[in-house]
C-alpha cells in the first residue's frame, strides 16, 4: 500500500516522464528498461508450464492488473509527452509529399510491439512500453553511458553468423565456377567430337 503510494506521489511531483523515470529508477534499471520495457508478447496468456511459470494464476493477474493500471496512470499523466517520444523524428522530417499524419503512422509502424497491437487498450500499452524504452536510451546518452544491446553477446553471434555465411557463400561459388568449368569443358569435348 505504502509502494503504490509513493508511486502515485512522484506521479504528481514530476512533470515528465523523463524526470519521473530518473527518481524512481536507478541506473541498472534504467539500462534493464532498455531491453525489457519491449521484450514482452502483448497478448500473453498465463501458462504454469512456461519457465516464469513460478506464478500462480492469482499472482499472474494481478501482476498483469497492476501494470495496466500503472499503463493507464503514465499514459494518464504523461500522455501527451509519450506521444511526442515516439513521434519525435517524424515531426521534424517529413518526405516530400506527405503529410504529418502518414509520416506518423509509418514512425509508430516500425516501433517495437506495433505488429501486436489489436485494441484500443495495447495501443496505450505499446505506446508506453516504446516511451520508458527510448526515454531510457536518451537517459544513458545523457549521462554518457552506453546503452545494453538487446541480447547479451547478440553482435558476436550475428558476426559469427556473417562469417559463416560468407564462407559458405564463398564455397558455393567456388563449386559453382567449379561446375560451370566443367560444363564448358564437356561443351567443347563434344563440339570437337562433332567436328570430327
Known amino acids: 500500500m505504502l509502494d503504490a503510494f509513493r508511486w502515485r506521489s512522484s506521479l504528481r511531483r514530476n512533470r515528465t516522464l523523463r524526470e519521473w523515470m530518473e527518481e524512481r529508477y536507478t541506473v541498472a534499471e534504467i539500462r534493464r528498461a532498455v531491453i525489457e520495457s519491449t521484450d514482452c508478447d502483448l497478448h500473453e496468456q498465463w501458462n504454469p508450464y512456461d519457465p516464469p511459470g513460478e506464478l500462480t494464476w492469482e499472482q499472474w493477474k494481478t501482476a498483469k492488473d497492476d501494470w495496466r493500471l500503472a499503463v493507464e496512470r503514465l499514459y494518464g499523466q504523461y500522455g501527451e509527452e509519450i506521444w511526442q517520444i515516439c513521434l519525435q523524428e517524424s515531426q521534424t522530417r517529413v518526405p516530400q509529399g506527405e503529410s504529418y499524419g502518414e509520416a506518423a503512422l509509418e514512425k509508430l509502424a516500425r516501433l517495437d510491439l506495433a505488429a501486436q497491437v489489436s485494441e484500443p487498450k ?13 526515454n531510457a536510451i536518451e537517459i544513458l546518452k545523457s549521462k554518457g553511458l552506453e546503452q545494453p544491446s538487446k541480447r547479451p553477446g547478440a553482435q558476436t553471434a550475428a558476426r559469427s553468423k556473417t562469417q559463416a555465411e560468407m564462407e559458405e557463400y564463398e564455397a558455393l561459388k567456388a563449386s559453382l565456377n567449379e561446375l560451370a568449368a566443367r560444363i564448358e569443358a564437356k561443351e567443347k569435348q563434344a563440339e570437337n567430337n562433332d567436328g570430327e
Do not use: I, K, Q, T
Open 122 to 134: 495495447l495501443f496505450e500499452e505499446f505506446m508506453v512500453r516504446n516511451a520508458l524504452r527510448l
